[in-house]
Every structure is written in C-alpha cells, then in structure tokens.
C-alpha cells in the first residue's frame, strides 16, 4: 500500500517535467523561426532596390536584339525579386506567436510548419539577391 502514493508522487513529477520540457523545445523553436527571420530580412531592402534596377537594366535593352535572352533573364530575376519580397510579407501577416489556444503538440506541429515555410522564404531571397547580383554585374 505505500507503493501506490509513491508510483502516483513519481508518475506526477514525471508529467510534470515532460510538460515543461516540450514547452522549452517548443521556444527554441520558435526562437529558431524568429532567427531566420530576422537572417534575411535585413536583405528586403536590397531585394527591392536590385528588383528596380533589373527592370531599369532590361528596359534600357528594349530595341537591341542581340540581347533578347539577357532581357529576358532580367525580367525573370526582377519577377523573382518581387516574389521573394511579397513571400516575406505574406509569412509575416500569418505568423502567430502566442500560442495560448494550442497544446504543446499543436504548437510543436505549427512551429515546424513555419520553420519550414521561413526557410523557404529564407532560400527564395537569397537565391534571389544572387541571381540578381549576378545578372547586374554583366556588362554588356
């Protein structure tokens, strides 16, 4: 009979801990969420002002034939550009971060999710800004 109030003693403690350690698992990853956001969104800035000149660029090009297919590839990095900057805005208007009316699984579930969808984000703009850069840098 002394065993059942200790079992239940260990039983609760252990609920207890586990609880509280998925909720320390679930603010790493939202501070690693945040982290990546907080990564590339110094680059929006860039992002529009290279967009801006991609379409200066290709619009200079306009009557010469000989450069069609470069252009092209400057419209297609400014449309990158500009849908890179819009993914980040889109991502930010969703993104919850208080999570009161989730379990801890749920929002373990939703933080993944959004990890993977700033990641993509993340990926977009950078390669973006790369394209971008490297397309303005051809001298012609």
């Known amino acids: 009979m002394k065993l059942i109030p200790f079992v239940l003693s260990l039983l609760f403690f252990t609920l207890l801990f586990s609880c509280g350690a998925e909720k320390e698992e679930n603010e790493a990853l939202k501070e690693q969420v945040i982290a990546i956001h907080d990564e590339v969104m110094p680059e929006i800035g860039h992002l529009k002002n290279q967009q801006s000149k991609l379409i200066e660029k290709a619009n200079s090009l306009e009557n010469e034939a000989s450069v069609a297919s470069y ?10 550009c500009e849908s890179a900057y819009d993914n ?40 973006a800004k790369s ?7 051809v001298s012609i």
């Open 71 to 80: 252009r092209e590839d400057l419209n297609l990095a400014a449309q990158s």
């Open 88 to 127: 980040m805005f889109v991502w930010m208007r969703q993104f919850k971060s208080e999570y009161d009316e989730m379990s801890e699984e749920e929002t373990k579930a939703y933080l993944m999710e959004q990890l993977r969808m700033v990641e993509k984000v993340k990926v977009d703009i950078l390669s």
């Open 131 to 137: 394209t971008a850069d490297s397309l303005l840098n």
